[in-house]
């Protein structure tokens, strides 16, 4: 199902690829620092299950339907900007708010933003599209299985590395808002990152316009 000669040069790529610093993993850092350890693992998380979506996408062939249609691709990231720069305007907010009055996100929602911050950047699946075929051989089986497997390696060791930056910032974030500056601080920080985030998106948007 896969050539195994190219394998070693491919996990070689993706270790290099997923530790490179990116929007995800910025995103994650912002919310585990934030909300803490466990909110940094359901973000990853939440960034996995987008990312099983992309595959998929990638290996059905639709990564090539949206790159051909500019329209489809400046929609898709107009959205992403608008609701990262929607999380930056309610985390900025929380920083005006009482600590009695300013409640955590539930678990699920925390896993929801995840998933949908990962879903509106088409830059995922466009990566994909690109990356991937450089690592098939047509005479190892169905392209379309060869393109999800490796993605599907590509899923795990991106979760592996999200997960392990989502612990080490939600440790250090506990320990940074012990105090009410130091929290202030975070939160000012986490939402110049969502900022900063939907300002890139909406740039890439407007250019293609």
């Not at 850092?29 to 990638?58: C, Q, W, Y």
């Not at 678990?107 to 998933?115: D, F």
């Not at 929290?183 to 110049?192: E, M």
């Amino acid at each position: 199902m896969l050539d195994l000669t190219l394998l070693p040069a491919y996990l070689a790529a993706v270790a290099l690829v997923t530790i490179a610093p990116g929007p995800d993993a910025a995103y994650i850092v912002a919310v585990a620092v934030e909300r803490g350890p466990r909110a940094g693992l359901l973000s990853a998380t939440g960034m996995a299950l987008g990312m099983v979506v992309h595959v998929t996408a990638a290996a059905l062939g639709l990564a090539v339907l949206l790159q051909s249609t500019p329209v489809a691709l400046t929609v898709v990231e107009l959205a992403g900007g608008l609701y990262l720069a929607r999380l930056a305007v309610t985390t900025l907010r929380s920083t005006t708010t009482p600590p009695a009055e300013s409640a955590p996100p539930p678990e699920r929602e925390i896993l929801r933003r995840a998933v949908v911050t990962n879903l509106l950047n088409p830059k995922t699946v466009l990566f994909f599209a690109a990356f991937l075929p450089r690592f098939t051989n047509p005479q190892s089986g169905p392209l379309w299985l060869q393109l999800l497997i490796l993605g599907l390696i590509f899923l795990a060791m991106g979760l592996v590395w999200d997960s392990t930056i989502g612990l080490c910032a939600g440790r250090l974030g506990q320990g940074l808002m012990q105090g009410r500056r130091a929290a202030l601080a975070v939160n000012i920080a986490a939402g110049t990152t969502f900022a900063a985030l939907a300002v890139l998106l909406l740039k890439d948007a407007v250019t293609t316009l």
